[in-house]
């Protein structure tokens, strides 16, 4: 039911796509969880490490083989043997003790499984920050888009003004070419942000598993809460239940498995095996009664006892021993790198909320500026150089504005991986 369910969504989110519907930003995280490419291979390696747990399984339990052999003796051993024959044969062996390989096999196995699981739900935390990251990247360039046509009608207003003033004489030429040099480079800003949403798209598309699609919307904007974050999110222990971490636990896990598996390698083994042989053939091929037919069984003990190697499979478990401490290191090394991590992500995230409450105040008093300059320039008091200043210093200060929210946004989710609940 739960695979049905997720096959409804992607097709419900495929649809949406198709008819040019707004995404939302869970959108594309439900769409890059069910289709995105690595994840989508995540998921075959964790059925393969199940095949190799239903092998393991298998493990220990008695195993039958039929085979069938065929003969002919020419002269002059058709005087002695049968001249010709067949004889089928079904063997069955059986493991009696072999250390508890089996039982650690299938523990290997099923650790096997746990680590391709943990794997995936790596994956899934990288393609999901991706995800959003990529998510915001579109958001901004459709903000620059945006702002790019905005300031475009603000010059080609303030250039209509200038020209009228300098085909009445009023002002100087170079005021009006200075507007133009401005629209020239707004222009290429435009054409800029234009190949930005282009490239930041194909970014998402490929990560949400829609191929080159580029046709899509988003519905989010750089709106909401940019508020800080509190220091409650960073204490003690924060992130230590990630991915990563359970990983190396369980390479660990696997490394004690190993260990024993070659602690047994030095124990004794013992097998036992039944074969039943029959043979159809030329009469005679029964020694005992000279007839065409013969059945018989026999069966077969074996043991064998490691007495003497020079110590090899002692240095084996030696080394097995030293990689499984080097693994512990490892771990508790990763912990401290995943906690510095976090606290890196909550200090990021706090200066992008300052950096978006300082934007804001810049473009407020950029907002008054451009006003009170435009004012003056109805009023005579001020030329149309300055009001090109006052409309560059605002389009700055946009600017700015929008890259402090983009950032937050994605400091944001920088946090969230930081802490494994992305």
């Not at 006892?305 to 080097?326: L, M, N």
Request: glycine share 6%; charged share 20%; with cysteine.
């Amino acid at each position: 039911m739960k695979y049905v369910s997720f096959l409804i969504t992607g097709v419900l989110l495929a649809g949406a796509v198709a008819a040019q519907q707004p995404l939302t930003l869970e959108q594309c995280r439900q769409l890059a969880s069910q289709r995105n490419h690595r994840l989508q291979a995540a998921a075959l390696n964790i059925a393969a490490a199940k095949a190799r747990q239903a092998q393991a399984e298998a493990g220990g339990k008695p195993t039958v083989d039929v085979s069938a052999t065929g003969f002919y003796f020419g002269k002059p051993l058709n005087s002695l043997l049968p001249e010709y024959g067949i004889s089928p044969g079904v063997s069955i062996s059986q493991s009696v003790y072999n250390g508890n390989k089996v039982k650690l096999g299938k523990a290997l196995a099923a650790n096997g499984v746990t680590l391709e699981e943990e794997q995936r739900a790596l994956t899934a935390s990288e393609v999901l920050y991706n995800t959003d990251k990529a998510y915001w990247q579109v958001v901004a360039a459709g903000e620059k888009i945006k702002l790019a046509v905005q300031y475009n009608k603000q010059l080609q207003a303030l250039y209509t003004d200038l020209n009228n003033q300098y085909q009445a004489g009023i002002t100087y030429k170079n005021d009006v070419l200075r507007i133009k040099v401005q629209q020239n480079e707004n222009e290429l800003n435009l054409l800029q942000a234009r190949d930005a949403l282009t490239l930041a798209q194909l970014s998402l598309a490929q990560i949400t598993g829609l191929d080159s699609a580029t046709g899509f919307t988003i519905s989010d904007t750089i709106t909401g809460s940019f508020s800080p974050v509190l220091n409650d999110t960073v204490q003690a222990g924060a992130g230590l239940s990630r991915p990563e971490l359970r990983i190396l636990q369980r390479n660990i896990a696997a490394g004690k498995i190993q260990e024993n598996l070659l602690k047994a390698d030095q124990l004794p083994s013992v097998n036992l095996g039944v074969n039943g042989v029959t043979a159809f053939g030329k009469q005679g091929i029964n020694p005992t009664s000279s007839s065409n037919f013969m059945a018989t069984w026999y069966s077969m003990l074996s043991v064998n006892i490691p007495v003497f190697d020079w110590g090899k499979r002692k240095q084996k478990v030696k080394e097995q021993q030293y990689k499984i401490q080097a693994q512990e290191y490892q771990l508790k090394e990763q912990e401290e790198l995943i906690s510095l991590e976090v606290r890196q992500a909550w200090l990021q995230l706090n200066q992008s909320a300052r950096r978006v409450e300082l934007s804001a105040a810049s473009l407020e008093q950029a907002e008054e500026n451009l006003r009170l300059s435009t004012d003056r320039l109805k009023a005579g008091t001020i030329i149309g150089k300055d009001v090109l200043e006052a409309q560059t210093l605002w389009q700055q200060a946009f600017s700015d504005m929008i890259d402090a929210k983009v950032t937050y946004k994605v400091n944001e989710a920088a946090l969230r991986k930081a802490l494994g609940t992305s």
